[in-house]
């Protein structure tokens, strides 16, 4: 089981829909979650962090921590043709406490 | 302006040549971070270092070699034991993960072979 998985996609929504995007950890010890943004060809930018349970919004974004489940997700409101790119899950904690463990990714298009 | 800066933006290595990514950064940050990322894939630790002087192997270190000298700097040299360096390499800093702080990134450098 990899440590950190995202649904690779393509994920296609229309523009003004929500943008759902989910990511699983394996480590029940992890305590901090961040969400990064990349547009192809372009480092990752940090988007949202949260690290307790429940949900974190800042604009359009939302961002919703199960540690129960082991689950954090990515909501993205009044999606836009800028918002697609490709978005990683990351973690710290548990085992991995001296390093960010990220997910591979998923593939959002915003379909105008 | 403080950030990360990698340079260069672009490289290209020739057979058997060694070449050297720098990483320099103005944000006073401990940690420092390498990760190597291919076509359609997700990132991949190859160095880090949480302290001046001290650096750990990540996923894939075979091939690469780094120093930690200063803390403002942390040079990835990628040598002709790499058979496939053909990626972007982006270069990252933060606190401590310990601290639970995120990271950063600098634009990356493209490195290609001749």
């Known amino acids: 089981q990899k440590e950190v998985e995202q649904n690779s996609g393509p994920l296609s929504v229309p523009e003004g829909a929500i943008a759902s995007l989910n990511c699983t950890y394996s480590?029940?010890?992890?305590?901090?979650f961040f969400w990064y943004r990349q547009y192809s060809g372009k480092s990752p930018e940090l988007i949202m962090f949260?690290?307790?349970?429940g949900d974190k919004e800042d604009g359009r974004f939302t961002a919703q921590l199960n540690k129960a489940s082991q689950y954090v997700s990515l909501l993205i409101r009044d999606s836009q043709p800028s918002d697609s790119a490709t978005y990683l899950c990351?973690?710290?904690?548990?085992?991995?406490?001296?390093?960010?463990?990220f997910g591979p990714g998923t593939s959002l298009s915003v379909i105008p | 302006d403080g950030g990360i800066t990698q340079s260069p933006k672009y490289l290209f290595r020739k057979e058997g040549q060694n070449v050297t990514l720098s990483c320099e950064q103005n944000?006073?940050?401990?940690?420092m971070y390498w990760y190597r990322q291919d076509p359609g894939q997700g990132l991949r630790l190859i160095y880090y270092?949480?302290?001046?002087?001290?650096?750990q192997k990540g996923d894939i270190a075979e091939g690469y070699s780094v120093s930690r000298e200063k803390k403002e700097s942390f040079p990835l040299t990628v040598t002709s034991a790499q058979k496939n360096p053909t990626a972007f390499y982006l270069c990252?800093?933060?606190?401590?993960?310990?601290?639970?702080?995120?990271?950063?990134f600098g634009d990356g450098t493209r490195l290609s072979i001749l």
């Open positions: 990252a800093s933060g606190r401590p993960a310990r601290l639970k702080q995120p990271q950063h």
């Open positions: 480590d029940r010890g992890s305590q901090s």
């Open positions: 949260i690290y307790s349970n």
């Open positions: 990351a973690v710290i904690g548990g085992t991995s406490y001296d390093k960010v463990i």
């Open positions: 944000l006073n940050h401990d940690a």
């Open positions: 270092s949480q302290i001046v002087n001290d650096f």
